[in-house]
């Protein structure tokens, strides 16, 4: 177990060292850099700038050295002193970007996964035990619907509801007069008023995928000897259920936990840019189309260094449940 | 009695617009939340406050009333362009509100000498900056010297800022005046100094915050930038001074001269959903009756990511005041319709846009025998005679617009019914019998061939930018041509890369914005006379002429057209320019360097029914910092 252990984090560092690179040379993809947008941004907007600044301003952030050395200079800084650079267009230090907005997403994607628990839990146990049953084809035609729609359009039609029917406009975390207030009882009050929505929406593809897997894992155990012989010996229904087949079928929920942790940055950036919420994902986003090419470069980073981790955690659990992978 | 009375200057461009009025002795008025802070002992009284002579603003419609909030939804800090063009135009001269007249504002008055050499500005005595530090030509000096000529700290010098190649001498006269004196005629700086860019900069750069991180002022400032984490000064005050081209006004802790100023910076926007600026207790106007302005206490700029996020700010009357990224065509209906529900009415922004898509065809392209057919005018106009222009309205652009070439807009005083109509009428045959005298030869698929038999082919590249939906326009032309025997094809692609190939002189043709379709036309002469590096028509003939490498000598017939461009810079008076320029686009007509496909129709902005002082109209355009020259802060609330 613990050569495996050993073995698997050894691994994890050149799979580390090779998204980083990637992540980089990806960014530099796109024709143009940071610089080539800005000024031609800024040219439609009457503030043209001269060949002499743009070349002393690519100069100065580095953009006129070739590729491999501005990696270089990224990932020694990381490694070295924990600096992950500036952004260009934020004009501050990469990690006080991405810390900046993480506190939220980390408590929306928490609150997202417990909720996408406690709702397909019931029902995936529901529609197992009551197959064909009216409220099982209720729950599997939401559930289709709900995987069928991409998220960001949910959102929209949510938001254009909610102003057609109730005149309000539901979008962001905080009303106006919380936006910049300190954290109080009646700020915690608004956040809440404002989050079921991302909530609802965030969670509608899980739901669905979680409690049709559910109910098909459980199906495989409802019909097997042991659920058989436990029910002749005269078991009560519901206990039988909960107790044995259902634990067996759990898996898919711990296993879900090994996906959060990347979640929490990328976490349903169109979704997050649609509801304006001040999220990760949204400034990964931008980052990316301005070719801001530090701060997109770390997020991904700090993306793909999330899921190596979250892949051995659910590596590790796996192990131990199961001793035949310890030893391949 | 104390009388207010505003000296006109004696020059030839006159000041105008300002009234003289009585005033009670020490009766100018002040926002209750400034009065608070006066009782409080904060903040000096209003009378001391105020320069000695504050520029006295008429309001459009009435005196306001104090207080209140402006929301404006910005997307982001890419997007610092929407404070400079609302909280942030306050110039030495400005464009009046109708930009027709070049009026004072910071300076109480100018004068120019006749041949457009010496150009004096009087600064206001007793003027502040918003953490009170007093305004003087000290302030234009420091920037002058320290910032503008030191090519450390700002490489290169604008070409507003140059006659004959050289920038101006600058000279503080006395503490309130300065006297800026070119070597040679330089009509145009007036109009520079006005327009976006080269105002602002000169009345941004307080001395006696900025002097802290310049190491001629500040003998630690080497130790100070290493405190605050930077290699030297340099790359501190760089920073600090926002690299040339981010809004270092905007970071929250720069003294002003503007109505609001931020709380805090714009930078914040990261971590929060919001930045506020609050008034200005020194700022330097005020109505008649000596109301000191902004009328309105704060102004908000609420984040929002995504365009369809405003759109339901607007709609949901959470937006007072805007047209940038919500005055696009396809929002027109929804606003239209959400127009009482929201409270908010439109404005029409009259874009200083003359065209839906500026077509240019490469004239410098390396290519020897695709550049001997380029440089031929019929050929031009055989392309220009095959496009139906009537379709692409109706296709494109909602039937909105006429068929329109490269040039200026109907409603201004440049323009020129020949340039504007010539070669317009739809008319494949014409073309077809023009290219059969340029082009004769057919290949097997239809298609013209040179006279070896190798075919004549060119790409049209395009980007998808400015919502102008430039691909869907050059999809069509390039059928229409297609339909005469021109095998061209559309190229779409990302805007970098179109601009790295135009810069690089290797696109055949393209198409691209029609800027500068009203007085703008004089200093964005892109698409009249090549002059500036933007005229994709013949960017190496304008390197040429400024001597840089890549240049390729043009045509006499170019040069001369271009020496007439001097001739409009050597005009001191803005009448006497537009006369000039006049004469200048007759050649331009003649030349037919590119063209366009039909006349931009008007945009518009949302603006909320209760806030008294707004425009009906506003004139916009790339150069002008519209709506912020239609004065903001004379906007208040009704209710």
Redesign the interface.
């Known amino acids: 177990m613990v050569a495996y252990l050993i073995r698997r984090i050894l691994l994890m560092i050149p799979t580390i060292f090779a998204i980083s690179l990637v992540a980089f040379l990806i960014i530099q993809l796109p024709p143009g850099d940071f610089l080539d947008g800005m000024v031609s941004a800024m040219e439609a907007d009457g503030n043209p700038m001269r060949a002499e600044m743009i070349a002393a301003l690519r100069e100065r952030y580095g953009l006129d050295q070739p590729v491999f050395v501005q990696y270089w200079q990224w990932i020694t800084g990381i490694v070295l002193r924990g600096d992950f650079g500036m952004s260009f267009e934020w004009r501050q230090p990469v990690q006080d970007l991405i810390w900046e907005r993480t506190g939220l997403t980390f408590l929306l994607s928490l609150l997202t996964l417990v909720f996408v628990w406690i709702v397909s839990f019931p029902i995936g146990v529901y529609s197992a035990v009551r197959r064909y049953s009216v409220g099982d084809y209720v729950a599997t035609f939401l559930g289709f619907i709900g995987l069928a729609i991409p998220n960001f359009l949910l959102a929209l039609v949510l938001l254009f509801g909610a102003y057609k029917i109730f005149g309000v406009n539901l979008a962001g975390l905080f009303s106006r007069e919380y936006e910049n207030a300190p954290w109080s009882m009646g700020k915690v009050l608004d956040l809440m008023a404002h989050l079921w929505l991302p909530l609802i929406v965030l969670g509608s593809s899980g739901i669905a995928s979680l409690f049709r897997i559910m109910r098909a894992n459980l199906l495989d155990e409802l019909y097997k000897p042991y659920v058989v012989t436990a029910r002749a010996k005269g078991l009560p229904e519901w206990k039988l259920i909960l107790k044995y087949p259902v634990r067996v079928a759990l898996n898919p929920f711990v296993s879900t936990v090994g996906w959060v942790l990347p979640d929490l940055v990328s976490g349903a950036v169109i979704t997050a840019v649609v509801l304006n919420l001040p999220l990760t994902g949204p400034m990964l986003l931008r980052a990316l189309q301005s070719q801001d090419m530090y701060l997109a470069g770390s997020f991904i980073l700090v993306l793909g260094v999330l899921t190596v981790i979250g892949t051995l955690i659910s590596d590790i659990l796996l192990a131990m449940l199961d001793p035949r992978i310890r030893y391949r | 009695m104390r009388r207010i009375v505003a000296r006109v200057a004696g020059s030839t461009l006159a000041l105008a617009g300002v009234l003289a009025f009585p005033l009670a002795a020490s009766a100018y008025q002040e926002a209750p939340m400034l009065a608070e802070q006066v009782a409080a002992g904060a903040l000096p009284p209003v009378d001391e406050r105020l320069p000695a002579e504050p520029l006295v603003l008429e309001p459009r419609e009435a005196v306001g009333t104090y207080g209140g909030e402006l929301t404006f939804g910005i997307k982001?800090?890419?997007d610092w362009?929407l404070l400079?063009?609302t909280m942030g135009y306050e110039p030495l001269v400005t464009w009046n509100p109708e930009w027709d007249e070049i009026v004072p504002n910071i300076a109480k008055a100018f004068h120019v000498n006749e041949d457009a050499t010496e150009f004096v500005f009087e600064l206001r005595e007793g003027m502040k900056w918003s953490d009170g530090h007093p305004f003087t030509a000290d302030d234009i000096v420091f920037w002058f010297e320290d910032i503008l000529l030191d090519?450390d700290v700002?490489?290169?010098?604008?070409t507003g800022m140059r006659a004959g190649g050289e920038p101006p001498v600058l000279t503080k006269v006395d503490d309130l005046t300065v006297k800026f004196e070119f070597e040679e005629s330089n009509g145009l700086f007036l109009q520079y100094v006005a327009?976006?860019?080269g105002g602002f900069e000169m009345t941004s750069f307080p001395k006696h915050y900025f002097e802290q991180f310049h190491l001629k002022y500040n003998e630690n400032a080497d130790e100070l930038a290493k405190e605050l984490g930077f290699s030297n000064w340099l790359?501190m005050f760089?920073?600090r001074s926002g690299?040339?081209?981010?809004p270092w006004r905007f970071r929250g802790d720069v003294p002003v001269l503007l109505p609001w100023m931020l709380q805090t910076g714009l930078?914040t926007l990261?971590?929060?959903?919001?930045v506020?600026a609050v008034r200005n207790p020194y700022y330097f106007k005020v109505d008649p009756e000596g109301n000191q302005l902004p009328y309105i206490d704060r102004a908000?700029y609420?984040?929002?990511?995504?365009d369809?996020?405003l759109l339901?700010?607007a709609?949901?009357g959470?937006i007072d005041f805007q047209d940038r990224n919500i005055g696009i065509d396809a929002n027109r209906a929804v606003l239209y319709d959400g127009q009482e529900?929201g409270g908010y009415r439109f404005y029409e922004v009259a874009l200083s846009d003359m065209n839906t898509g500026i077509i240019s065809i490469n004239q410098t392209i390396p290519d020897d025998r695709k550049r001997e057919i380029f440089t031929n005018k019929d050929f031009r106009i055989a392309l220009s005679h095959a496009i139906n222009r009537q379709e692409i309205i109706d296709i494109v652009h909602q039937g909105v617009g006429e068929p329109w070439q490269a040039a200026p807009r109907p409603d201004t005083p440049l323009y020129s019914e020949r340039l504007a109509k010539q070669y317009t009428e739809y008319d494949p045959d014409l073309a077809n019998r023009m290219l059969d005298a340029i082009l004769p030869d057919r290949g097997a698929n239809g298609m013209r061939t040179y006279s070896d038999g190798t075919p004549f082919t060119f790409v049209l590249e395009a980007s998808d930018?400015?919502g102008l939906r430039f691909p869907d326009a050059a999809e069509l032309v390039v059928r229409y041509w297609q339909e005469v025997g021109i095998d061209a094809q559309v190229r779409v692609?990302?805007?970098?890369?179109l601009?790295?190939r135009r810069i690089a002189n290797v696109q055949d043709a393209m198409i691209w914005?029609g800027f500068g379709g009203s007085l703008d036309a004089i200093v964005d002469t892109r698409w009249y006379v090549p002059v500036t590096?933007?005229s994709n028509f013949g960017i190496p003939w304008t390197q040429w002429a400024e001597g840089e490498a890549g240049g390729i000598e043009p045509p006499q017939s170019v040069k001369d057209h271009m020496a007439m461009y001097r001739e409009v810079a050597l005009t001191p008076t803005l009448e006497g320019q537009i006369e000039k320029y006049g004469e200048l686009l007759e050649v331009s007509a003649d030349q037919f360097y590119v063209f366009g496909i039909s006349l931009r129709g008007p945009g518009f902005g949302i603006v909320k029914t209760d806030l008294g002082n707004a425009p009906q109209v506003v004139p916009a355009?790339?150069?002008?910092?519209d709506p912020a020259h239609s004065r903001l802060e004379q906007l208040f609330w009704k209710n």
Do not use: C, F, T, W
């Open positions: 982001g800090m890419a362009v400079q063009r090519p700002s490489p290169g010098i604008p327009y976006a860019r790359d760089q920073d690299d040339y081209m981010a930078e990261a971590s929060s959903q919001q506020v908000v609420a984040s929002v990511q995504d369809e996020v339901l700010k709609l949901n959470e529900a930018a400015h692609m990302d805007r970098a890369l601009d790295q914005r590096g933007n355009g790339g150069d002008i910092l």
